[in-house]
């Protein structure tokens, strides 16, 4: 295959929205392009495809980008509560442990998901679908057992 330098973009059954819209609603756990269907088929995985407009969303791999993000988020939020906590009354350091501990878990716990739906989302808007590496690889099949096996 010659090389160009043209990149080849995947065709989406309809036109994705506009990157703000598309975001939000991966944030809120609808499929980026209709807003219709559901993103998630659990906590953190992504359905095979829309069940309304059919996109192909299983295919997306974010990997390290929402974790990174959901962290950077966290950190920026509770940080300087921290610091200010810190300044005014220097708590030993067994109550910061009991108190910001929990507390950043939870809230990374709680923006994880709406952090990896608007990563997808910007994803699909720069049209990064999964086909960039070839066709899928199939997943094993399990072999047939027979009455005779032990």
Not at 6 to 22: C, D, F, H, K, M
Not at 108 to 115: A, E, F, W
């Amino acid at each position: 295959m010659p090389w160009t330098s043209e990149r080849e973009t995947p065709a989406l059954s309809v036109n994705p929205p506009p990157i703000g819209a598309a975001m939000a609603r991966g944030a809120m756990g609808r499929c980026p392009v209709c807003g219709q269907g559901r993103l998630f088929n659990g906590y953190l995985r992504v359905v095979d495809a829309c069940e309304s407009c059919h996109a192909p969303l299983g295919r997306m791999r974010a990997d390290d980008a929402p974790p990174y993000f959901t962290i950077l988020i966290a950190g920026h939020v509770l940080l300087p509560a921290v610091f200010w906590v810190e300044k005014l009354w220097q708590p030993p350091m067994w109550l910061h442990m009991a108190v910001w501990l929990p507390l950043f878990a939870i809230v990374c716990t709680l923006l994880l998901r709406p952090v990896k739906g608007a990563t997808l989302a910007w994803m699909l808007r720069l049209g990064l679908t999964g086909d960039e590496q070839g066709a899928p690889v199939p997943a094993p099949v399990a072999p047939r057992r027979t009455p005779g096996d032990a």
